[in-house]
């Protein structure tokens, strides 16, 4: 078996090698140049925003509450894929202004120029890099980091004592639309019929349940009840140890009280309850179908949400070309002495002044200023106007 595992390695290597050598000897030299760096990026930028997003917060937990160092180290390697897919970015910011602004600083690019080589052609590798790290960022994204992310979490609460499920849900708020019917008349209209709070949601079990019922024009009905569940014999909810108060049109009203309360409404309730708060915990077909959740019950702001960071798992690989193309292009502009601590500043800049406008258009999708496709790709659009704009400039 170990002879066999030798020859597989062996038979990938050399076909590894055969495919290295069919690229052009250009851009052979030209990735040499850029992996190092884009290694290093990926390592540094997932270093630092490990340490400030987990790496103190798990310190604390091991030194307060006593949370074993094992468990620890668990929660840490499921919680890296997560920053190391936001680190793909503005690691390829920065390999492509180092290893552009060193080969311009050796007059590499001069020369290269001088024996009519174009700067489209000398950037060409780093763009196509760049297409590789966004499809890489896309699988990451979307099918290793929610199922990480999940598993983390699962783990830290195991490990603290406290029940977790993946039935489990906090604030479940729900809201449904459907006919308003006059008890007096046939006339009826659409609207919002219930509104529904619930505490907790756990092992399908909803608890300190509140209902309000409009579905009855000019009657509102408020149910509060300790716990409900669903019937799937009955198909209804079923509600325990609670009361119903009735307000009349006429302004009178009635209470009652009772142990156990069959109410119409749907399925939808626990689906919504399910669904993680943060949309990063989820894949796109996840995303798509809360949207879906969101829409049918009415909950428009969330849906809206919704929407916007279903388009942001794209922008967010496509992010890794437009830095590549911001980074080529100021990379062979550099001025000659400016080194790496020029490259380190700029990339810094470059990354703030991205992620802001990048944050500021998310909101405004999120409230309902600008559509959610131009909230998520404006941030996109411009970077890419910008980033040609400076690659014309580098090619005169």
């Known amino acids: 078996m170990f002879n066999n595992l030798l020859l597989l390695l062996s038979s990938v290597q050399k076909l590894v090698e055969r495919v290295w050598k069919i690229i052009p000897l250009l851009d052979r030299w030209i990735l040499f140049e850029l992996l190092p760096p884009l290694f290093f990026s990926i390592a540094a930028f997932t270093v630092v925003s490990l340490s400030v997003g987990v790496v103190f917060d798990l310190i604390r937990k091991i030194v307060e509450i006593g949370l074993p160092f094992s468990i620890a180290i668990q929660i840490l390697l499921l919680k890296l894929p997560s920053f190391i897919v936001i680190s793909f970015p503005m690691a390829m910011l920065l390999s492509t202004l180092l290893a552009y602004g060193s080969l311009n600083d050796n007059s590499e690019i001069k020369a290269l120029k001088s024996i009519g080589i174009s700067i489209y052609r000398i950037i060409l590798p780093g763009l196509i890099l760049s297409i590789f790290m966004s499809y890489m960022t896309f699988i990451f994204n979307n099918n290793i980091v929610p199922s990480t992310n999940k598993n983390a979490e699962i783990i830290l609460a195991n490990s603290l ?203 405004l999708g999120v409230k309902g200023i600008i559509n959610p496709f131009f909230a998520a790709w404006s941030p996109v659009f411009l970077s890419m106007l910008g980033g040609s704009f400076l690659l014309k400039q580098a090619s005169k």
């Not at 499920?165 to 609207?191: A, C, H, M, R, V």
């Not at 579905?215 to 669903?230: C, D």
């Not at 609670?242 to 069959?262: E, M, Q, Y």
Request: charged share 20%; hydrophobic share 40%; proline share 2%.
């Open 161 to 363: 004592g406290k029940s977790f499920t993946n039935e489990q849900g906090e604030d479940i708020i729900f809201s449904k639309k459907g006919e308003i019917l006059d008890p007096y008349s046939s006339y009826k209209k659409t609207g919002v019929t219930h509104l529904f709070y619930a505490w907790k949601f756990i092992d399908g079990q909803m608890l300190d349940v509140t209902v309000i019922d409009f579905s009855r024009l000019g009657f509102t009905q408020m149910l509060k009840a300790k716990k409900g569940i669903w019937n799937s014999e009955k198909k209804n909810w079923e509600f325990f140890e609670g009361d119903i108060l009735t307000l009349s049109p006429d302004g009178s009203n009635t209470r009652t009280k009772f142990l156990s309360f069959l109410y119409p409404l749907g399925t939808e309730l626990t689906n919504i309850a399910q669904l993680p708060k943060d949309a990063n915990d989820m894949n796109l077909g996840e995303a798509k179908t809360a949207m879906e959740l969101y829409l049918s019950s009415g909950n428009i702001k969330e849906a809206r949400r919704m929407k916007v960071r279903i388009q942001e798992k794209f922008t967010l690989p496509i992010a890794c070309s437009v830095f590549a193309l911001i980074g080529c292009s100021f990379g062979v502009m550099q001025k000659k002495g400016g080194g790496r601590s020029q490259s380190f500043g700029l990339s810094i800049i470059l990354i703030l002044i991205y992620y802001i406008f990048s944050f500021s258009f998310s909101s």
